[in-house]
């Protein structure tokens, strides 16, 4: 496990190495895994670097800053050379609408108000004020007009769900509260189907949030656990429970310390979550795992491969397991769909790893059938020890 002293000199590290501002007047405390920056910079747009820099580091927890902007002597601006500025760049970016936001500046503190009709176009007003010489911080109060209409959402849904195979868009019920806030409920038969149905409700101008009660049901792989785990994914989530820090469900996955020669490292996973499209990419992979598939994965997006045995239905898991924030389980049987190629079945076992606020990581585990084991056909070299 990471100590705070390390942590806080990997932040350093990075301040110093980032060049898009300059860390010399930033200080690091660490405590507990939660870190606070405090000292000065000489923009807003620095101060939020810094931020993000301190947020890649592996081992933050939470960041509480105190930076402050102190604009060079050379590059003060006044508030209302700060005030032009905001809105002709506004009036230069085509993301903004004309004349929807208003600014106001006091002491280099910008306000951003009025409406847009899209969550995007909010934040595109706020990304060309904190590029200003002279800004030190940002109030971005920008209201998403309201203008929904539950018929229309249900109509964009639908013609969303006809470019799926077997989806039945009259399954699926659609309100509007607050008049920009959608709840979708009914069922859906896959996550695939689940996925599709969020993506059509944010597609409706002036959506601020979705909430999700769709149930799945019928032919939808919940992958929930068996009452009884193969003894290796059973040793691999009883490690995983071990993690745990005080009340917390999910382990940090900073705390994960896997052997890669010992046989339960051969035969695991990690794979990172990304966000803002959720994406899953494979950051390692043990020797057993790979052989089994057929060589070496490396670290790609799961979307950029093909995932045949032991990876069918991975992304669907992977999906699953980051939106239940809960163990998953799949097992294909031996020669059961044929689409693997493989003769032999096995199981896999995905387990939720927290970071950053939020699941940022996945620790899995692939355990072949006996048959499937003693094959040299699909394992070769590498098969996996009886």
């Known amino acids: 496990m990471m100590t705070d002293s390390q942590l806080r000199q990997d932040i350093i590290e990075e301040l110093e190495f980032d060049p898009s501002f300059s860390g ?28 993000e820099a301190a947020r890649r580091v592996k081992g933050v927890h939470a960041i509480a800053e105190n930076i402050e902007v ?19 760049i506004l009036k230069w970016d085509v993301f903004v609408p004309p004349n929807a936001v208003d600014v106001l500046v006091h002491e280099g503190w910008v306000t951003l108000s009025g409406t847009v009709n899209w969550y995007f ?21 920008i209201a998403i007009k309201p203008q929904l209409e539950p018929s229309d959402v249900k109509s964009k849904i639908d013609s969303a769900l006809k470019r799926h195979a077997e989806i039945d ?10 008049g920009n806030k959608v709840v979708l409920g009914g069922a859906v038969d896959s996550w695939g189907a689940r996925r599709a149905v969020e993506d059509a409700a944010w597609s409706a101008p002036g959506v601020a949030s979705v909430e999700d009660r769709l149930t799945m049901t019928g032919g939808a792989r919940s992958y929930s656990l068996p009452a009884e785990l193969e003894p290796d994914l059973g040793r691999i989530q ?9 009340a917390n469900d999910v382990p940090f996955w900073d705390d994960v310390k896997l052997s890669l020669r010992s046989r339960l490292g051969r035969e695991s ?28 994965i490396g670290t790609s997006f799961l979307d950029e491969i093909d995932l045949h045995a032991p990876f069918n239905e991975l992304t669907l898991q992977c999906r699953a397991t980051v939106e239940s924030g809960a163990p998953t389980y799949y097992r294909q049987t031996a020669s059961g ?4 190629g493989h003769p032999g079945g096995y199981a896999r076992l995905l387990l939720p790893l927290w970071g950053n606020g939020r699941i940022e990581m996945l620790l899995g585990a692939v355990v072949l059938d006996p048959a499937a ?4 056909g699909i394992s070769g070299p590498g098969q996996f020890p009886d």
């Open 238 to 246: 009883a490690y995983w429970k071990g993690l745990k820090r005080g």
């Open 70 to 88: 102190r604009c060079p002597y050379e590059k003060q601006t006044a508030d209302d050379q700060i005030a032009t500025r905001a809105r002709d």
């Open 24 to 51: 010399e007047h930033i200080a690091v405390a660490v405590d507990k895994a939660v870190v606070t920056l405090s000292g000065h910079v000489n923009s807003y747009a620095e101060k939020l670097a810094a931020i």
């Open 169 to 178: 868009a009259n399954a699926i019920s659609v309100s509007v509260e607050n």
């Open 373 to 376: 084991r003693k094959n040299p």
């Open 269 to 296: 996973m990690l794979i990172d979550v990304f966000e803002n499209p959720l994406r899953f990419r494979s950051a390692l992979v043990g020797a057993d795992v790979a052989n089994w598939y057929g060589g070496a």
């Open 121 to 141: 176009e909010k934040i595109a007003a706020e990304d060309d004020i904190r590029k200003l010489s002279g800004v030190r911080g940002i109030d971005n109060m």
């Open 337 to 340: 769909n044929g689409e693997s």
